[in-house]
């Protein structure tokens, strides 16, 4: 079967989604202080309780989804299906079991499937805000998955 991609563009104004998990919190919030003159530019998403203490504690405009427990990873996860969301920053804890970890598995693998940059920490997430893509318009090519689908199901 062979791959035909399609390329479409995203505009100079992002859709990015903003999560962190509870111990990682107050790091995000932070990092959205800081980068707050940027962030207030673009479209802002997240998982219930970081989208309200993001809120809170910043100003920023943001639109929050289910929490991640019940739901929030795989709304967010959803919307990048459907081509809402450019970039992801996740702050996952990677020293704590989480209940609803086969969610957040889920987004990170969603995100691969549709090149979608995620920064799963600070580092990443200043290289990512800091990037030559942030502000202007660029090209995404996505494999066309329509087509894909069509060709197994003809192939059976
Ligand atoms: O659990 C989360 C991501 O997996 C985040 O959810 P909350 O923002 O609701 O805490």
């Known amino acids: 079967m062979e791959n035909e ?3 479409f563009t995203i505009g100079e104004k992002k859709d990015i989604a903003l999560i962190a998990h509870d111990n990682e919190k107050p790091k995000l919030i932070e990092w ?3 980068n707050y003159d940027i962030l207030k530019k673009h479209n ?3 998982t219930g309780t970081t989208a309200r203490l993001i809120a ?3 100003g920023l405009t943001i639109k929050g989804y289910n929490s991640g427990p019940l739901g929030g990873d795989q709304q967010i996860g959803a919307k990048i299906v459907e081509g809402v969301i450019n970039f ?3 702050f996952s804890d990677p020293l704590t079991a989480q209940p609803h970890d086969p969610d957040v598995k889920a987004l990170m693998r969603i995100s691969q499937v549709y090149d ?5 920490s600070k580092a990443t ?9 942030m502000d202007k318009e660029y090209v995404h090519e996505v494999i066309n998955f329509k087509k ?9």
């Open 116 to 120: 979608i940059p995620m920064a799963v």
């Open 5 to 7: 991609y399609i390329k």
């Open 88 to 90: 992801v920053v996740f």
């Open 125 to 133: 997430a200043d290289f990512m805000i800091h990037s030559e893509f």
């Open 56 to 58: 809170d504690k910043t």
């Open 44 to 46: 802002l998403y997240g």
């Open 32 to 34: 959205c202080k800081e």
């Open 148 to 156: 894909n689908i069509q060709e197994r199901a003809e192939s059976m």
